[in-house]
């Protein structure tokens, strides 16, 4: 099990490890920003390691060791339609570098793009031409890629089976968001059945939970329908923990389930470590066989 880091509610005087070690949880996903670093801790102790070059990467694992803690999987945001694609596609080639010297087995892989204006199909294009030249540039790594399902296009099973389809290799597959397909309109029955589709192709998850009322999450819904609203811990949402956390195992996955919980601006900051404290034993409980 591990959790976001931009989640983690770190008050002053504490980094992202006492955190982690409160909320019960020994694994982390990290998000690398555009300008190659890893903001792995805030606080008082408010120090980012790049992972720009090798003995700066080298630091940061030694300081995960020393710590005893895990980096579950690297997290990039990258747009493949900007004018800058070109130095995104470096960029990320980069951080799958990095993440086979930190012995991360997945980076996360974002298919938005701030382009609203461009087609599905060239947002399609453009993303699967830029995975294929990463995957050329690491060739020989054990690094998986991870798509997300994130955003209006790629919760789309069209869109997923078409970029999937084109890549078909087994370093390529999803970072399997359970809220997302909720989020995008997807019926309740719908998620559980895209879980399952997609369970073999899962590299990564982000574990999130949305409680509409039964009439809602039984129907189709407009993307993003009063997500505010509904968003929910994963305790207190409609998707089932155990179920989903059944269908992953029944289809061979055996990496971490990802915290994302993102309802916890509901509650005042003193409350949140506690939020995810459920959260996890929530979760936890859920991975273990009755």
């Known amino acids: 099990m591990s959790i976001r880091d931009q989640i983690l509610p770190i008050a002053a005087g504490q980094t992202l490890f006492d955190v982690l070690r409160t ?131 790629a919760n789309d099973e069209q869109f997923l089976d078409e970029v999937l389809n084109a890549l078909a290799g087994p370093r390529v597959g999803l970072t399997l968001d359970t809220g997302n397909f909720y989020w995008w309109g997807y019926p309740l029955a719908d998620v559980y059945r895209l879980i399952e589709k997609y369970a073999a192709r899962a590299k990564h998850t982000h574990v999130k939970n949305v409680n509409y009322p039964p009439a809602l999450a039984r129907e189709k819904r407009p993307i993003g329908h009063e997500y505010k609203q509904y968003c929910s811990t994963l305790i207190d949402g409609n998707l089932d923990l155990r179920r989903v956390a059944q269908i992953l195992c029944d289809a061979g996955y055996r990496r971490d389930l990802c915290v994302e919980d993102e309802s916890l601006f509901k509650f005042p900051q003193a409350e949140r470590v506690q939020v995810l404290r459920r959260d996890v034993a929530a979760l936890r409980a859920a991975m273990t066989p009755q």
């Not at 990095?98 to 087995?105: I, N």
């Open 23 to 153: 909320i019960g949880v020994d694994a982390v996903e990290l998000l690398v920003d555009f300008n190659q670093f890893v903001p792995y801790v805030r606080g008082e102790e408010a120090i980012a390691y790049s992972v720009r070059d090798a003995e700066s990467t080298r630091q940061l694992r030694r300081r995960f060791e020393t710590e005893r803690m895990r980096i579950s999987a690297l997290l990039v945001n990258t747009d493949f339609c900007a004018d800058d694609a070109p130095a995104h596609v470096k960029w990320a080639t980069r951080v799958v570098q990095a993440a086979g010297e930190l012995e991360v087995p997945v980076v996360r892989i974002d298919p938005l793009t701030v382009k609203r204006s461009f087609a599905s199909s060239q947002v399609r294009e453009n993303l699967i031409s830029s995975l294929r030249q990463i995957l050329d540039q690491t060739a020989g790594s054990r690094v998986d890629l991870g798509l997300e399902n994130h955003g209006p296009l």
